[in-house]
């Protein structure tokens, strides 16, 4: 966990927000100093925590900050054990849970005493969940207060060396160094400016194909395609294709959809976006020209999506970068790729790519 602190005096209002919704107040004195729990608290790590900036709120006798779980699975009898989920009538078993939060507070008693207080204080479920969990009935189960106490109560920062100290000096960047960093950090705002003056628009097509926003199930037929786009498809020859052909479907000038079925029983559909203006109606909130690997990967958690990089043939004596972030919906491999650091295709398969 890293800290992200700004020094602010609490309110009757943040007081009030702390111990709102989940009622699941633990309690507990540490036999340590205010300044040192403020220290190590961000130190706390369990297989659910994030190497992210985390907000907190300080004034003399008084401290708070959160700590953040992620990716909380919840399947039939396989439940995580941070949380006692309450599901809506007709809810599915599996859920998946992207981020939950506890609030720690630490109050001062003496130079040498702290009280603390950790409550549960929001949960975030991922797009297909939020239907399903009652966030105001779901509580904790204790795990996580409980681990966070006997991290307080027994760790200690390692000190560091002299020997590491001089290391740490001698990794001091040098002035050509900090001038390219600087003129990277200047690049990467001025492409952040620019690329909040492309307008964002929303593909008709893009709606028709999707129209029950989410991904056409396999198997299909071209003809599933054709009727949704309302264009006819071209066909070329494919020598590992059944029937020796594809079929290509050119869309307002910026997109291209090909489906094929393939002698070795593979099916597959792939969506391809040319244009440099962001472009909605993909389902999932997905965006050309928009959506983020990262995003994505974070996205399709429950899912599994990994994210890594390749290469792809440009010519035959050239290859290209290309990141990618994968993942299986029930029985669809599916495959997002980001030629440009934003969603440029989409590709859908019966099988693993």
């Known amino acids: 966990m890293k800290i992200n602190l700004n020094y602010k005096l609490f309110t009757a209002m943040s007081t009030l927000c702390f111990s709102l919704s989940f009622a699941q107040k633990v309690e507990f004195t540490v036999p340590k100093s205010i300044d040192v729990l403020e220290n190590i608290i961000f130190d ?28 909380l699975k919840y399947d039939g009898g396989n439940k995580n054990p941070y949380l006692n989920l309450a599901l809506n009538k007709g809810a599915k078993p599996k859920q ?3 981020r939950a939060s506890w609030m720690v507070n630490f109050k001062k008693i003496s130079k040498k005493s702290t009280k603390v207080t950790i409550d549960i204080e929001s949960i975030v479920p ?4 939020k239907k399903d969990v009652d966030v105001k009935l779901t509580k904790s189960t204790g795990k996580v207060e409980n681990e966070i106490k006997e991290f307080l109560l027994t760790y200690k920062r390692p000190n560091f060396s002299s020997v590491q100290a001089t290391a740490d000096a001698a990794a001091e960047p040098t002035e050509e160094q900090m001038a ?19 307008q964002q628009t929303t593909s008709k097509k893009l709606q028709a194909l999707f129209g029950k926003k ?16 309302q264009i ?36 597959y559909y792939a969506l391809q976006y040319y244009g440099d203006q962001k472009v909605a109606g993909l389902p999932y909130g997905l965006v050309f020209n928009e959506s983020s690997a990262s995003e994505c990967k974070t996205k399709f958690a429950r899912y599994k ?27 669809r491999f599916v495959r997002l790729e980001f030629g440009n650091q934003y969603l440029t295709r989409l590709l859908v398969s019966n099988k693993e790519q």
């Open 305 to 331: 999506a990994q994210l890594y990089q390749t290469t792809v043939d440009v010519d035959a004596n050239t290859s290209s970068a290309l990141t990618v972030v994968t993942f299986k919906m029930d029985n």
């Open 126 to 129: 991922d797009r297909w969940s």
């Open 180 to 198: 390219a960093a600087e003129a990277q950090a200047t690049a990467q705002m001025e492409e952040l400016d620019n690329r909040r003056l492309i």
């Open 214 to 229: 989410q991904l056409i199930t396999l198997p299909t037929t071209a003809d599933t395609f054709t009727k949704l786009l």
């Open 232 to 267: 006819q498809p071209s066909e070329p020859e494919c020598e590992t294709c059944k029937g020796g052909k594809y079929s290509s479907w050119d869309i307002d000038e910026v997109f291209n959809l090909i489906y094929a079925k393939m002698n070795d029983g593979e099916e």
């Open 96 to 98: 998946f849970i992207e």
């Open 44 to 71: 706390f790590k369990n297989d659910y925590t994030k190497e992210i900036a985390a907000d907190a709120a300080a004034m003399e006798d008084n401290f708070s900050t959160t700590v953040d779980l992620f990716n």
